[in-house]
Every structure is written in structure tokens, then in C-alpha cells.
């Protein structure tokens, strides 16, 4: 595994795209139903350079599994985030959706228990290799950087059959949230 660069983008953004064309978190905050894959690949790119920003982006050897990492004590409101959310909002979010768009992320910050913490935005596997362990092994990685940094780690799924997985990784349900579909926030347990 490495650390992605600006070259990887298209790279890591397919795999995203892929990855998340029906996840029913992405699907609720994307602009329309129609052009879906373009609007999931706006929220990656937007999620790409955030990551890239305020945190990592890890990419695996063989360019098949990626994870976009915020660190919190990192994010900050720059002229160029602005700028990213607002692109963001017309190319992924679209205006009639803003105000389910924040209240959602307004509910999940409220739910953070931690002042500073690793934020894991995005974990994807190329569809045609997800159970071959790749996930697995980022997230291997991530558990080990977040002992180095003694962060706790944090993120939120919307698809049910992914949280065993999540448990059988040391992560633990903590709130779940309901939208139009539920929305489980998970933190990283000590191992």
C-alpha cells in the first residue's frame, strides 16, 4: 500500500465509483438518479481532494483498493475548500438537496464523541475483487496509523450487510441514525 498522489486520482475515483454505485448513503446526497455514476464520481472527486487536503488517500499496490482518510485536528475552511463545496453543491448535491445534505451531516458531527479523530470517508474495493481481503488489509493499515497517532477512528455506513464486517474489524456500533434509511456509526475499538 502507498499513499495516493494527484496522478491517482482517476484511479481512486473509479474505484469509488464502482464501489459505491449502490451504496444508499451516496444515493440519498447525489444530485439525480439520472447520470448517477457522474454525480458519484463529483462526491469522490470532492472527497478526493478533501482527503488529499486535510488528511490521506492510500491506494493499494495492484491499484484495485483504495481509502480517503480526513484527519479532524487537519480540516480547516480555506478559500480552496470553499471553493470544493461549492462545486460540490452543483455538481454533486444539486441546490434542492442542501438542506437534507446538512442536516444529515449536522446529525453525524453531533454524534461524534471525540474532539480529534481519523475520519474514514470512503473505504472501496474494485467490485470484481471485494471478499478477497483487500478491504481487510486497508483497514489493517488504518488501525495501525490510528495507534501511531493514538486517534480514535470514526465513520458511518448506510448498508446493513456491510457492519459485520466492520465488527469482525474491531469497529463498534455506537448511534444509529435514521434518515430514509438507517445510517450506523461505527468507532474503531482498541485491539
Known sequence: ???????????VLDILTNSFEDNVSVNY????????????????????????EFGEVWINDSNSACV????SAKAKTTVKSILWDIDA??????????????????????NYPYQDYIYLWYIGVNPDQQGDGLGTKLLEE????????????????????????????NFVVYKELQFDH???????EES
Open 182 to 188: 438507517n445510517l450506523y456509526l461505527l468507532r474503531l
Open 89 to 110: 453543491l452543483f455538481n454533486c448535491f444539486g441546490v434542492k438537496n442542501v438542506k437534507k445534505v446538512l442536516s444529515r451531516q449536522s446529525a453525524i458531527k453531533d
Open 29 to 52: 446526497v447525489i444530485k439525480s438518479q439520472n447520470n448517477k455514476l457522474k454525480y458519484i464520481r463529483n462526491l469522490m472527486e470532492y472527497s478526493f481532494n478533501v482527503c488529499l
Open 142 to 169: 488504518v488501525r495501525k496509523k490510528a495507534k501511531q497517532l493514538t486517534l480514535p477512528v470514526l465513520l458511518e455506513t448506510s448498508m446493513k450487510d456491510n457492519v459485520p464486517w466492520y465488527e469482525k474489524n
Open 1 to 11: 500500500m502507498r499513499l495516493a498522489t494527484k496522478k491517482d486520482k482517476d484511479v
Open 68 to 71: 480517503l482518510l480526513q484527519y
